[in-house]
């Protein structure tokens, strides 16, 4: 895994998904300020590093869940990549939103996910797991197995491990916050003042002040 962290890492830098703005912080959707920010949608948009992020989840689903039914997408970000790796390992999907809607059929779970299926979750990137609780929460509503989740780029936030260790829920990335850091300097991309600072953060990001 080393090796495709460090190579995802420095894909996504060059394509400049990932930004950084120490100074001059972004708001997240939750309020919280960062100095950087991942922009996995950008993959979507330029073939080869579409197909590199696609093959490379579906060959850690294989190797890691070889007894995996059916592939969920946490909507709506995850939809696409999902979609890609559930028809590269020629399986099933469905996606599934954090919340049932509130219009329809008020599905939270769209497709068919029977009872008994043993589902992997694809997420584009975990931060504060919040999404993936009530993914999870969902699938075992309905009767299924949840093996682990996978995602392109992991914030490493203690809190979020903690919580997936309490539900008993598996993360596997194919990059994280630490490799992308280390990278990111490597490329002067960051100077040393400002990845102390992103690392700072990152250790305690609901209480970062700017």
Known sequence: MKVLQEMTAVRLLQLKAI????????VWANGWNAPMYC?????LSYPKMRDFIRLELARVIAEMYPDADIIAGVATNAIAHGV????????????VHPQPKDHGLENQI??????????????IQVNTGENILKVVEAIRNNGCKVLGVVTIFDYCFAATKRKLDKIDVSLTSLTNIETVLRHAFAMDLIDEEQKQIIEQWQHNPAKWEK
Do not use: T
């Open 110 to 123: 769209e497709g068919d996910l029977r009872p008994r299926q043993s589902v992997v979750i694809v997420e």
């Open 84 to 95: 890609l790796v559930a028809q590269q390992l020629s399986m099933p999907f469905v996606y």
């Open 39 to 43: 922009d996995d949608r950008k993959v």
């Open 19 to 26: 930004k950084f703005q120490p100074k001059n912080p972004f």
